[in-house]
């Protein structure tokens, strides 16, 4: 696995730790088994934004954090220039660019995402967060499917959804897909 998710492993230890957190109430709140949790600190699997995003909403800690390990620090206002955002690559098929790591305290948490191409057969990964997502096609043809029901979205296209429903996203016509996603 990358370096990037061995250090988010290694973060969601340190905070479990500090926090003095068994495995078994992390597990609980990630919603998966302990053996799970704990082959995500291990940094040998790959660790869904979603999961992250559960952890930091129940422990008070910023998304950010986690994902980067950088404390935010802005509180009036915070300026992404152009592909300078905060990245981190969880597998070759996914890339979150953050496009408000220093802004602290945030209401909510918007990413650049690229999501790579697969083989059409490959089948959608599923994963749930609490709260609610938006997200808005900048390149590509997207494929997102939530609770069971399949949506293509073309450039310009976006949708706002309950993101506690399971929902996934595919890149579509062998071409890679950027969007704009606003985890609420």
């Known amino acids: ?9 290694e973060r969601l230890t340190g905070l479990r730790e500090a926090l003095e957190i068994t495995p078994e109430e992390m597990a609980n709140v990630c919603n998966i088994s302990t053996g799970d949790y704990l082959r995500l600190e291990t940094g040998n699997v790959d660790i869904s934004v ?3 995003h559960q952890i930091a909403q129940r422990y008070g800690i910023e998304l ?15 300026v992404t220039r152009k592909g300078k955002g905060e990245a981190v690559e969880r597998t070759k098929a996914y890339k979150y660019q953050s496009l408000a790591s220093g802004f602290s305290k945030r209401k909510a948490d918007p990413f650049m995402v690229t999501v790579s191409s697969k083989p ?4 959608v990964y ?14 590509g043809r997207l494929l997102l499917q939530i609770n069971g029901k399949d949506f293509i979205l073309e450039v310009g296209d976006s949708i706002y959804f309950n993101s506690k429903l399971p929902h996934g996203m595919k ?4 071409r890679d897909v950027c969007f704009l996603a606003v985890i609420i």
């Open 1 to 9: 696995m990358n370096e990037q998710i061995k250090q988010i492993a």
């Open 126 to 139: 599923l994963n749930s967060h609490a709260g609610q997502e938006y997200n808005y096609v900048i390149s």
């Open 120 to 123: 059409d057969d490959e089948p």
């Open 50 to 52: 979603s999961l992250l």
């Open 171 to 174: 890149a579509l016509d062998g």
């Open 64 to 78: 950010t954090a986690l994902m980067f390990g950088n404390e935010p620090k802005m509180n009036a206002y915070y």
